[in-house]
């Protein structure tokens, strides 16, 4: 890690991090980023994993691997239901291991199945930014098969508007600022994290 010391806890099987300042800690749960596409799940999740000194899995990538084919042909070719239950079975898997930074689908969360998981396995950290800043994001990619409509900007704002009180289920929120870097949200969510009992252990 290139800001601070990184150990592995023989026993534990789990990351020691030490990062600027604060004191060595190991993580007691899987994070669980949650929230729409484009707030930043994977880009944020990887900074913060490497913060932390864990592995990063993402669910969305997890299932591109394991059916060999993109998101949007697995759902053109098997419908979302399909997608939907791969994701389950992914994520299950995902946060079956030792704890990490897992980034999940922007759908991933409004599944009742998928929430109980998180909170059994992990603790879900709610990434929430708002209409602008996720469309400014996600307006000039082609990979989000839910925005293939007449009126993406508008399909966006209707999702946003119909999982935001789901989303307000997660334990944690981290506003999302437009004017900061990955690192610099990443580091947020670190702080976040430090700031709420039972995630991070100190073993100082
Ligand atoms: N804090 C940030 N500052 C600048 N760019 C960012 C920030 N967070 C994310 N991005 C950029 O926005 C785009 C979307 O981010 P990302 O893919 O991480 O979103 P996501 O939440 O994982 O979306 P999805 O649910 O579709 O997987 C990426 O190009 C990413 O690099
Ligand atoms: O918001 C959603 O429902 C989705 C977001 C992406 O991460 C992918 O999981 C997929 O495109 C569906
Ligand atoms: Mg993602």
């Given at each position: 890690m290139r800001e601070g010391r990184r150990d592995q806890?023989?026993?534990?099987?789990t990351a020691v991090f030490s990062s600027g300042h604060a004191s060595p800690a190991r993580l007691l749960r899987s994070i669980v980023l949650v929230g729409m596409?484009?707030?930043?799940k994977t880009a944020v999740g990887r900074a913060l994993a490497q913060k932390l000194g864990v592995p990063f899995l993402d669910s969305d990538q997890a299932i591109e691997e394991a059916a060999q084919a993109s998101i949007a042909e697995i759902f053109a070719r098997d419908g979302e239901p399909f997608f939907r239950d791969r994701e389950a079975e992914v994520l299950a898997r995902l946060l079956s291991g030792p704890p990490a930074v897992v980034s999940t689908g922007?759908?991933?969360?409004?599944?009742e199945r998928n929430r109980r998981n998180i909170a059994e396995h992990g603790v879900a950290l709610w990434l929430d930014a708002d209409l602008e800043t996720l469309w400014e994001r996600v307006?000039?990619?082609?990979?989000?098969?839910?925005?293939?409509?007449?009126?993406p900007r508008g399909t966006l704002a209707a999702l946003l508007a119909a999982r935001t009180p789901i989303y307000r289920l997660a334990p944690l929120r981290l506003a999302v600022?437009?004017?900061?870097?990955v690192e610099q949200t990443a580091a947020r969510a670190l702080a976040l994290l430090t700031a709420h009992p039972g995630i991070l252990e100190s073993v100082s």
């Amino acid at each position: 890690m290139r800001e601070g010391r990184r150990d592995q806890d023989a026993e534990q099987g789990t990351a020691v991090f030490s990062s600027g300042h604060a004191s060595p800690a190991r993580l007691l749960r899987s994070i669980v980023l949650v929230g729409m596409m484009g707030s930043g799940k994977t880009a944020v999740g990887r900074a913060l994993a490497q913060k932390l000194g864990v592995p990063f899995l993402d669910s969305d990538q997890a299932i591109e691997e394991a059916a060999q084919a993109s998101i949007a042909e697995i759902f053109a070719r098997d419908g979302e239901p399909f997608f939907r239950d791969r994701e389950a079975e992914v994520l299950a898997r995902l946060l079956s291991g030792p704890p990490a930074v897992v980034s999940t689908g922007g759908g991933a969360f409004l599944a009742e199945r998928n929430r109980r998981n998180i909170a059994e396995h992990g603790v879900a950290l709610w990434l929430d930014a708002d209409l602008e800043t996720l469309w400014e994001r996600v307006r000039h990619k082609e990979s989000r098969p839910l925005l293939r409509t007449p009126d993406p900007r508008g399909t966006l704002a209707a999702l946003l508007a119909a999982r935001t009180p789901i989303y307000r289920l997660a334990p944690l929120r981290l506003a999302v600022d437009p004017r900061s870097s990955v690192e610099q949200t990443a580091a947020r969510a670190l702080a976040l994290l430090t700031a709420h009992p039972g995630i991070l252990e100190s073993v100082s």
